[in-house]
């Protein structure tokens, strides 16, 4: 029997935790996220959040494209739609496509979100101060509040941005707001 993406996560972040000789509780602290809560991701037997993958991959200074890429199968040149790596967020029901994982070669990757209508993610740091994302809204209507601003996108709006600190994402609306974000890495 195969891991589930689950399981394979919970492993990673572990070997994170591990490689720095930090136990569950500095990891807590350094977080945000509960001793238990910790415990049980590692273990695989729950799922993490967006926002919980957000504070652990601020604590150890990983966007989350690299972790999800050290959990996903490597993609070769060409990224069929049935092998982008898609995962959904228990918590909001946030989808997370990556269209094109991000490989130890290339600086830029390309995620599509889909977030249900009143959804909201909010995010209090960045995984990795600076990196550049160019945001492209498919269909639906986000709020997305960055660097203390709040910018309000319609189908066909793009927003560039630096990520330098807290983001929210609301979706607005009675249908899901889907978009594209091209991360360049510094």
């Known amino acids: 029997m195969s891991e589930t993406l689950d399981e394979r996560l919970g492993e990673r972040l572990a070997d994170l935790r591990i490689a ?8 807590a602290e350094r977080s945000g996220v509960s001793r238990a809560t910790l415990s049980r991701v590692e273990r695989g037997e729950t799922s993490a959040t967006a926002v ?18 050290a959990v996903e199968p490597q993609s070769p040149a060409l990224v069929a739609k049935s092998e982008q790596p898609v995962w959904t967020d228990p918590a909001t029901g946030f989808v997370r496509r990556a269209i094109s994982p ?14 249900p209508p009143g959804a909201v993610i909010a995010y209090d740091r960045p995984p990795s101060i600076g990196l550049e994302h160019h945001l492209y809204l498919l269909e639906g209507m986000l709020d997305l509040a960055v660097g203390g601003v709040e910018y309000r996108l319609s189908p066909g709006d793009c927003l560039r941005y630096r990520l330098t600190g807290p983001s929210r994402f609301v979706a607005l ?3 899901p707001a889907r978009y594209v974000i091209a991360i360049i890495a510094g």
């Open 173 to 175: 609306g009675d249908v």
């Open 20 to 27: 720095r000789g930090w136990s569950l509780d500095e990891l």
């Open 102 to 115: 991000p490989t130890p070669e290339l600086r830029g990757e390309m995620i599509m979100g889909t977030l």
């Open 52 to 69: 919980m993958l957000g504070k652990l991959c601020a604590a150890f200074g990983w966007t989350l494209s690299r972790l999800m890429m």
